[in-house]
Every structure is written in C-alpha cells, then in structure tokens.
C-alpha cells in the first residue's frame, strides 16, 4: 500500500519559516506530480502546491503564492514545502499525496501559527 510520512511542522509565530518533508513510499514516486494539502479545522482540505514529475513546473493557490515553495528530490522519494511569511489562516494540518489519483493519506502534520 502507498505510504505518505509527513513531518516537519511545529508551532510558529506570525512571519515564521518552516519547512515540511514528506517521503513516500510503495510506488513509482518520479513517475509522479505530487502535492501538498491542507486541512484547517472545520474546514476541507485544499490543495496548497503542486509539483511535475521532474520537478519542471509548480503551481500554487493564490493564497500562497510568493510565499510557499514546491521541491522534491526523486533521489529520496521526497518532496518538500518551504514556508515563509507564515499567517495565522495557515494553520492547518498538511499532508502530501499525488496530484491525480489521490492514495491514502498519510497521518500529515501540524503546522500552527500564532503569537
């Protein structure tokens, strides 16, 4: 079964940096777009970033852009979100999968932003 190891995330201030990791695993991970979620508290989840397979191309939601940057590395079956500027409406808890053919989720992870 395909797995999703999220990690990284943690509790910052307003205008913080984290970065979020996510290996996966089980599947032909280089073969893939792959994309970081998010889900705030009573909220759906909703798709952050996007990334090509070869890492050619990245799109992003428009509440992120300039902010957030998409990376992977086919190497470790790892893709990664490098926040900054964080606000408080991003917290949330994320979580990475394809962009197409959604697998299972991983057990994502929490990313708080408050003073």
Do not use: H
Request: charged share 20%; net charge positive.
């Amino acid at each position: 079964q395909v797995q999703f190891v999220e990690s990284g995330g943690g509790l910052v201030q307003p205008g913080g940096s984290l970065r979020l990791s996510c290996t996966a695993s089980r599947f032909s991970f280089s073969r893939y777009s792959m994309s970081w979620y998010r889900q705030a508290p009573g909220k759906e989840r909703e798709l952050v970033a996007t990334i090509t397979n070869i890492g050619s191309s990245t799109t992003y939601a428009d509440s992120v852009k300039g902010r957030f940057t998409i990376s992977r590395d086919n190497a470790k079956n790892t893709v990664y979100l490098q926040m900054n500027s964080l606000k408080p409406e991003d917290t949330a808890v994320y979580y990475c999968n394809k962009r197409f053919q959604i697998e299972s989720w991983g057990q994502g992870t929490q990313v708080t932003v408050s003073s």
